[in-house]
């Protein structure tokens, strides 16, 4: 199972950016995806989630600002951030449960997280 995540880069106050994330060989649709950052010397935080059904939860920093989407037929999250603000500067992980049968036919779900993608907000 593997999760990537694009999208990041270098964006002045108040722009936009559109991170994505696919998850790859894994044999169920996750049931919830979300997405975290990690600003330096802080910990890692959730920014916002969303369920196989639609429903969305974000962080009060950025509520109004971001918003969390799915493709379920492609098991794709995607996070469209508007109004960046320097403190949205981070690296950005997405995660979302995931899992495969083995051999034996035993299914084995965990959660799984991508390889993380850059955010800078500066002018």
């Known amino acids: 199972v593997q999760l990537q995540a694009s999208g990041g880069g270098l964006v002045q106050p108040g722009g936009s950016l559109r991170l994505s994330c696919a998850v790859s060989g894994s044999s169920f649709s996750s049931v919830v995806m979300g997405w975290y950052r990690q600003a330096p010397g802080k910990q890692r935080e959730l920014v916002a989630s969303?369920?196989?059904?639609?429903?969305?939860d974000y962080a009060d920093s950025v509520k109004g600002r971001f918003t969390i989407s799915r493709d379920n037929a492609k098991n794709t999250v995607y996070l469209q951030m508007n109004s960046l603000k320097p403190e949205d500067t981070a690296v950005y992980y997405c995660?979302?449960?995931?899992?495969?049968?083995?051999?034996?036919?035993?299914?084995?779900?965990?959660?799984?997280w991508g390889q993380g993608t850059q955010v800078t907000v500066s002018s």
């Open positions: 969303i369920t196989s059904g639609g429903s969305t």
């Open positions: 995660k979302a449960d995931a899992g495969y049968y083995t051999d034996s036919g035993v299914p084995v779900v965990g959660n799984y």
